[in-house]
C-alpha cells in the first residue's frame, strides 16, 4: 500500500462515529440498502444494524465499495436490536408520521443515536414504533408524504453530520475505535489480496509499520507462499 494510502485510511478511522448508526428494518430493495450503506461511510459511521427480510439474503454483492468501510451488524428480530442499541446507551429514533412524533431537525444528534428505518412498503413496524424512544419526521410540503428510505436515510445523517462537526467530534487526534478493529481494516483495505490469503490460511494478520508496509518474518512470507 502506498504511503498516502495509508494515511488516507487512518484519516478516515479517526473520525469514525461509533456511537451514531442506522437500524434497517427489512429494507429489502438492493438499490436502496448499496445506497444508505454509502451514505453511513460518508457520514463517518462505523457500523449499521440490519434486520432482514426472511427471504433476502444477508449482504453479499450489495454495495461492494462501501460495504468494505462500514460494518453490519445481523439480528433476528426488531426487539433484538433495540435491546442491544439501548444497552449501548442510545437514544433510538424512528422515522414515523405520528402524533408524538418532531422534526429531525430538533434533535439533538450529539447524544448516541440510533435511527430506526422501515421497509419501503409499510414503513416502521408497531413494535419498532413501541419500542424507539422518539418518532421523527421529515417536513414535506407537497402531495407526497414519504421519502424514498435512501433519502431520507441521507438528510437525518447529514443533520447529524453537521452538529457533530459543529461539536468538533469528527476531529479526533486517535480513532475511537478499538486496536485490533483498526489494525484489521488497514491490513484488509491496505493489503486485500494477502488478507484474503491470510484469512482463507487462518493466520494471523502481522503489524504494519509507519508506512503501511506489512513488517513479518521469513515464516510468515514462507507459509502465506505455500499452495
Request: hydrophobic residues 40%; glycine residues 4%.
Amino acid at each position: 500500500m502506498n504511503l498516502e494510502r495509508y494515511q488516507r485510511i487512518q484519516q478516515v478511522l479517526k473520525a469514525r462515529q461509533i456511537d451514531l448508526t442506522l437500524c434497517l428494518e427489512e429494507v429489502h430493495k438492493p438499490n436502496n440498502v448499496s445506497a444508505v450503506i454509502r451514505t453511513a461511510d460518508a457520514t463517518g459511521l462505523h457500523k449499521i444494524h440490519a434486520i432482514w427480510p426472511n427471504k433476502m439474503r444477508t449482504l453479499t454483492h450489495t454495495s461492494a465499495g462501501a460495504r468494505n468501510w462500514v460494518e453490519v451488524d445481523n439480528h433476528t428480530n426488531i426487539e433484538d436490536a433495540i435491546s442491544e442499541l439501548k444497552a449501548q446507551g442510545m437514544q433510538v429514533l424512528v422515522t414515523n408520521l405520528s402524533d408524538t412524533a418532531v422534526d429531525f431537525r430538533t434533535i439533538d444528534y450529539t447524544k448516541p443515536t440510533a435511527i430506526i428505518l422501515g421497509s419501503e412498503k409499510t414503513g416502521a413496524s408497531e413494535q419498532a414504533k413501541k419500542l424507539a424512544d422518539q418518532d421523527i419526521i421529515i417536513p414535506m410540503m407537497g402531495m407526497v408524504q414519504s421519502l424514498n428510505v435512501s433519502v431520507a436515510s441521507a438528510i437525518i445523517l447529514y443533520e447529524a453530520q453537521r452538529q457533530r462537526q459543529e461539536a468538533g467530534m469528527y476531529d479526533n487526534d486517535v480513532s475511537p475505535l478499538a486496536e485490533d478493529v483498526i489494525h484489521r481494516t488497514l491490513f484488509e483495505r491496505g493489503h486485500p489480496v494477502l488478507a484474503k490469503v491470510a484469512k482463507r490460511k487462518k493466520m494471523p494478520y502481522p503489524p504494519l509499520d509507519d508506512e503501511g508496509q506489512i513488517v513479518a518474518d521469513e515464516a510468515w512470507w514462507a507459509e502465506m507462499q505455500k499452495a
